[in-house]
């Protein structure tokens, strides 16, 4: 394991993830970072967070902090990934973020070509670690056939009637909910709606439900087109959500109006930091001339950090930024251009700082 030396690191959002990630550098890597926010929360104090106003619309003032740091760690919604992510690459600041959205990931993308510095996007959980895990379980195989990759940020005691609360971004949920999903069938890139695909779940003797949503698999499914059979995500819930969410999409037809559909969601689901993230990732191929599966499970949950309570999904989210943002850092990734998440390696991830959180991905 290697601290981050010589990286001057500003992160973008104040919110529950980029405080977290805030604090796991303080903690983990004795760093001092620059925390930028419209309304950025008081440091307390602390020397090793220093907070400062800014509104990434301000094209000057966006340009001056970024000029201030070798390393921007975008932690705002998806929709202000391209526009952070072109200031950056204009003035050869190293970019990483946690978006989830497919098209902001394209628009980075095509950015990389003439980009001095690197430009990584989605380094959280899903897109993020399950692409790490599911390129890892791919290699196990001779001939790898299937590849179901399963994630969910889950309330552990949602009893509400959607079966849910939100443990992260409400933007992000509506996001992968009304968008086309990426997958692999029959050895053919294809697109699939989201909260198709329906399936039930038993994991250690308790139930869910899991479908499709969009984004959840980055670009696995570039890397792996023409290496495996059938490859997909959904994510998990609790059983009785997905059919509460479609009645609210397409029978009330919210989908057409995402706005109201925001402001439904806000005022009737809680917010919960009683959470558990649930990861099952399931590979099938030839492996020494038979048919081989390997199955590997997670549950992961909420701990301290810095003296402060954090949920599993902070924390899991927060420890995949920096996991990839250390294997940059010390030379075990391209420094230029746009890097996959893929490119890391799950032993090389286990091997960082945050190296911990990911144990029992291990075998």
């Known amino acids: 394991m290697m601290k981050l030396t010589g990286q001057s690191i500003l992160i973008l959002g104040a919110g529950k993830i980029g405080s977290t990630i805030a604090d796991m550098l303080a903690e983990l890597h004795s760093a001092t970072v620059t925390l930028a926010d419209m309304q950025p929360p008081s440091a307390g104090g602390d020397p090793q967070i ?28 998806f929709f202000c990934a391209a526009r952070v992510a072109q200031a950056a690459a204009q003035h050869g600041v190293h970019y990483f973020d946690l978006t989830e959205d497919v098209a902001a990931m394209r628009a980075i993308q095509s950015m990389a070509p003439q980009a001095r510095s690197v430009l990584m996007p989605q380094c959280g959980l899903a897109p993020g670690l399950i692409s790490i895990l599911g390129s890892h379980l791919a290699q196990q195989f ?57 399936e039930t779940l038993v994991l250690d003797g308790e139930t869910f439900e899991a479908f499709n949503t969009s984004g959840g698999l980055g670009t696995l499914c570039e890397t792996l087109q023409g ?27 919210l989908i057409e109006r995402r706005d109201l559909l925001r402001q439904v969601l806000e005022g009737a689901i809680p917010h919960s930091r009683d959470d558990m993230v649930v990861i099952a990732a399931m590979a099938s191929g030839m492996h020494g001339g038979r048919l081989e599966q390997i199955t590997r499970t997670a549950r992961i949950f909420g701990a301290p950090l810095r003296g402060k309570q954090r949920t599993a999904i902070e924390l899991i989210t927060a420890a995949g930024m ?36 990911f144990q029992s991905l291990a075998s």
């Open 142 to 198: 001779d001939e790898p056939f299937d590849l179901q990759l399963r994630v969910g940020a889950l309330s552990r005691h949602a009893t509400n009637a959607l079966r849910y609360h939100f443990t992260w971004s409400v933007d992000g949920v509506i996001n992968e909910y009304c968008k086309p999903c990426n997958t692999i069938a029959n050895g053919q890139p294809v697109l699939v709606p989201p909260l198709e695909g329906m």
């Open 322 to 357: 920096l996991g990839a943002v250390e294997l940059f850092a010390t030379g075990q990734l391209p420094q230029q251009g746009f890097v996959r998440q893929e490119q890391c390696t799950l032993t090389a991830l286990l091997g960082t700082c945050v190296g911990s959180y």
């Open 227 to 253: 290496r495996v059979r059938n490859l997909n995500y959904k994510t998990i819930r609790h059983p009785g959500h997905r059919d509460a969410m479609h009645l609210l999409l397409h029978g009330l037809r």
């Open 50 to 77: 220093r907070t400062v106003q800014l509104d990434i619309q301000d094209d000057a003032a966006l340009a001056g902090v970024l000029q201030q740091h070798s390393l921007v760690i975008n932690a705002l919604p």
